[in-house]
């Protein structure tokens, strides 16, 4: 691979694209900014190694040279070699702004910055550069290490060149690359959730079940029959007669709320924010959350074995 990698960002993020580039083989610089980021960063790479070692996908001495190719530093003098940098801090325009300035200052004119952003412009964030034409998007999807798609969206300047550098390397990172023609509010994979999930919580206020049975459905049909097939795939292989006949039966029906739900809001005002607080639409406390979140990535654990392991 003739690109010299970083990742700006030491977040779950950042830590996890780490663990994919070292993972292929590619020495890697995480720019940290403070000593307990930097540490909580390595414990998570770490962590992503012990656990394809215990699903027998590497080894420890895959581990050890792997991690021999990482360096976390707070120093960004560091990017100076650097021809590609994955950007994987917070969704803040300030941050990122601050950041873009450090890296155009430091790094030549031929470095390609991609933004991790999962919903903010391209050209928004392109605005921010000196050169906005060495920029574009490549939103991965957690955990990032073993989840393949990535898609890639350009601003109106961003050159060829970049989009054709991006997806080579993407693609020498075992990634499953899709390109947008022009960037759109939450890009692809994260305006089908947004969907399912407004008329999942629809469903829920106005009575039809309860949260265990709408994730038993997505689980157990929409979740099986679109890993295996796609979605438009699937339109075409029902015909447009059938699929038009349930429309005209479905749509008058369906949320098409523009605001947050009353769900949203009130658990935003209670303090019951999800997991992270204990309870949202499930109580977290009732839930074995080892189990929980193996389940999380173990659909995805198999990408590892395409790895050009070091």
């Known amino acids: 691979m003739q690109e010299t990698i970083a990742v700006y960002g030491a977040g779950t993020i950042g830590a996890c694209e780490a663990t994919l580039c070292i993972g292929n083989g590619c020495p890697t610089i995480v720019i940290g900014h403070s000593q307990k980021g930097m540490e909580h960063c390595k414990q998570i790479i770490e962590k992503n190694w012990d656990d394809l070692i215990a699903e027998g996908l590497a080894t420890n001495t895959n581990k050890i040279a792997a991690m021999r190719l990482l360096t976390i530093t707070d120093n960004v003098s560091a990017l100076r070699p650097c021809t590609f940098i994955f950007e994987a801090v917070p969704e803040d325009m300030e941050t990122k702004q601050e950041v873009y300035k450090q890296i155009e200052k430091i790094c030549s004119d031929r470095a390609v910055i991609a933004s991790c952003t999962s919903s903010i412009s391209a050209d928004l964030l392109a605005a921010l550069f000196q050169k906005p034409e060495r920029f574009l998007i490549a939103h991965p999807f957690q955990p990032v290490h073993l989840m393949p798609l990535v898609e890639v969206v350009c601003s109106q300047k961003t050159e060829p060149d970049i989009v054709g550098r991006t997806k080579r390397l993407l693609e020498y990172l075992h990634c499953q690359v899709v390109l947008l023609k022009k960037s759109v509010p939450g890009f692809l994979a994260?305006?089908?959730?947004?969907?399912?999930?407004?008329?999942?919580?629809?469903?829920?206020?106005?009575?039809?079940?309860?949260?265990?049975?709408?994730?038993?459905?997505?689980?157990?049909?929409?979740?099986?029959?679109?890993?295996?097939?796609?979605?438009?795939?699937?339109?075409?292989?029902?015909?447009?007669?059938?699929?038009?006949?349930?429309?005209?039966?479905?749509?008058?029906?369906?949320?098409?709320t523009k605001e947050l739900q009353k769900t949203h809001v009130s658990g935003l005002a209670s303090g019951q924010t999800g997991r992270a607080s204990g309870i949202g639409l499930y109580n977290w406390n009732d839930k074995d959350l080892a189990d929980y979140f193996y389940r999380k990535q173990a659909p995805f654990f198999n990408r590892a074995k395409q790895w050009s392991l070091p």
């Open 190 to 256: 994260n305006r089908f959730a947004q969907a399912l999930f407004r008329e999942a919580i629809y469903l829920l206020e106005e009575g039809v079940t309860t949260a265990e049975e709408i994730d038993t459905a997505v689980k157990y049909a929409i979740g099986m029959r679109y890993a295996s097939i796609g979605l438009l795939e699937y339109f075409d292989d029902v015909g447009f007669e059938l699929e038009s006949t349930i429309a005209k039966n479905v749509y008058p029906d369906l949320c098409s």
